[in-house]
């Protein structure tokens, strides 16, 4: 195939060299934004008056033509074709002729494919916050109706006091504000127009750059065209923040395999979200949150891997910059689809809030700094009141007693500072109300949060980009 660049060879290429340098056959997923951004061209060479209206009304016709094709799957993907951006260039001259040969005036590829690529961000962004917003909505949803539920929390993994079921789960929605926050704000700083850079040093030509921009509906242009055709930074931050909220996606599927076996046995996977074993029989296999843990490995990688393409780079583009794609596709997939198959799951979980409880209930010590705060409202010293309450665990895991099941005079043994009834005043219930202070694990204050994240959901959705 007659190549877009062939003028200056005496050969055609080999064609080991062709199917080593293409990138159609992965960057044909920017083809929507490859012809949006060749729309804003065709524009802007009208306004430079290097294309007659009649003839920039042709080019627009042709470019909506090829849109057709494309969505259809009808546009021709030949590996010969190099690239998308040489892909809808021969459709548009096969289309409308010579005249197709005039799109690329005062464009390179290389500000175009930093341009498709910021389209196409702003498109995986709204994907993304939207399966991100609709995770928290689930998360906050559940948070509500299981504010009284108790269980007991853990440090090291080990028992550590009484918290709500509902704190727990807003505890994870939190998390996911603040990623949705880091992929606004990434795209916030990637909203602008590389288009007009040219291959490196800008273009001869008196291209409106800002005019481009509203074209594009982008805020504003890259003021630097060896800067505009050569960093990749705003998609570091785009697969950072992607890093980090599949990391959150993680624990929380760390959690959620936790609690179904049958040693913590606090929660019930639905039929429908679980899997099987091909040997064992009785096997019930919590595969899609193990998966979701999994594919971080790919989408921590992914950031490594654009970090490594970037980091020896001499100004201004060169063409190891083409790897960037994979790395982009794929955290954006992986991300959304694993926000989105967490809502799925969490929406049909069943939590046995029973034997949450009961757990909590049994526990010989889980009250234990509750027991020492008794003694604070005494007046005794908190490290005081500390190693008075470890002598009475210790007495109790002796002794197989639970520390709230010691009588008056158990007590006075360690201190006589505990005041009559100390045991009744214990109780998993108590100690959840207690907590009241902003942040604290109390039903109430559960309540307060969730009004707290409904208001950054607004905020969010107030700041989602417009494709
Ligand atoms: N496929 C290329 C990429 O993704 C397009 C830009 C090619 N530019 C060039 N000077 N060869 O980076």
Request: hydrophobic share 40%; glycine share 6%.
């Amino acid at each position: 195939m007659k190549k877009t660049w062939g003028g200056r060879f005496k050969k055609p290429t080999d064609p080991r060299v062709e199917a080593f340098t293409e990138s159609i056959s992965f960057d044909y997923r920017l083809g929507f934004f490859d012809i949006q951004g060749s729309e804003a061209h065709v524009r802007t060479l009208m306004d430079a008056k290097l294309l007659s209206s009649n003839e920039g009304k042709k080019l627009l016709l042709g470019l909506s033509k090829v849109r057709r094709l494309f969505e259809k799957g009808k546009l021709p993907l030949d590996k010969g074709l190099e690239d998308i951006h040489t892909a809808v260039e021969k459709a548009l001259t096969n289309l409308v002729g010579s005249l197709g040969g005039k799109l690329h005036t005062g464009r390179s590829r290389n500000d175009q494919v930093a341009t498709d690529l910021r389209l196409y961000l702003r498109h995986a962004t709204r994907k993304m916050t939207e399966a991100g917003l609709h995770l928290i909505e689930v998360l906050s949803k559940l948070a509500l109706r299981k504010k009284d539920i108790i269980m007991p929390g853990y440090t090291h993994l080990q028992r550590a006091m009484p918290v709500t079921l509902g704190h727990h789960l807003a505890a994870y929605a939190f998390m996911f504000t603040r990623d949705m926050d880091r992929f606004l704000a990434a795209w916030d700083r990637a909203d602008s127009l590389p288009l007009g850079s040219g291959a490196l040093a800008g273009t001869n030509h008196p291209f409106n750059r800002l005019k481009t921009a509203k074209y594009l509906r982008l805020k504003g242009v890259l003021e630097n065209s060896l800067d505009a055709v050569s960093d990749r930074d705003v998609f570091v931050d785009f697969l950072a923040a992607s890093s980090i909220t599949q990391m959150h996606l993680s624990r929380l599927s760390e959690d959620l395999i936790l609690w179904a076996t049958s040693e913590f046995n606090f929660l019930t996977i639905d039929d429908a979200f679980a899997t099987g074993s091909s040997l064992m029989p009785q096997k019930k296999n919590p595969d899609v949150v193990e998966l979701i843990r999994g594919k971080s490995g790919r989408v921590f990688a992914n950031l490594i891997g654009l970090l490594t393409v970037l980091k020896g780079l001499p100004l201004s583009y060169n063409r190891d910059l083409q790897e960037d794609k994979h790395f982009i596709f794929d955290s954006a997939d992986t991300v959304t689809s694993s926000l989105q198959i967490m809502a799925a799951f969490l929406d049909h979980v069943k939590f046995n809030e029973d034997h949450m409880g009961s757990v909590a209930e049994i526990d010989f010590a889980l009250l234990a700094t509750d027991m020492a705060d008794i003694l604070v409202q005494q007046g005794v010293p908190f490290r005081t009141a500390h190693e008075i309450v470890g002598e009475a665990v210790q007495y109790c895991a002796e002794n197989e007693k639970r520390l709230r099941d010691l009588s008056d005079l158990e007590l006075q043994k360690f201190s006589d500072k505990f005041p009559a009834g100390t045991g009744k005043l214990l109780s998993t219930r108590n100690s959840v109300d207690q907590k009241k202070a902003i942040g604290g694990t109390s039903p109430d204050n559960v309540v307060k949060q969730l009004k707290i994240l409904k208001g950054l959901v607004q905020k969010i959705k107030k700041r989602l980009p417009k494709n």
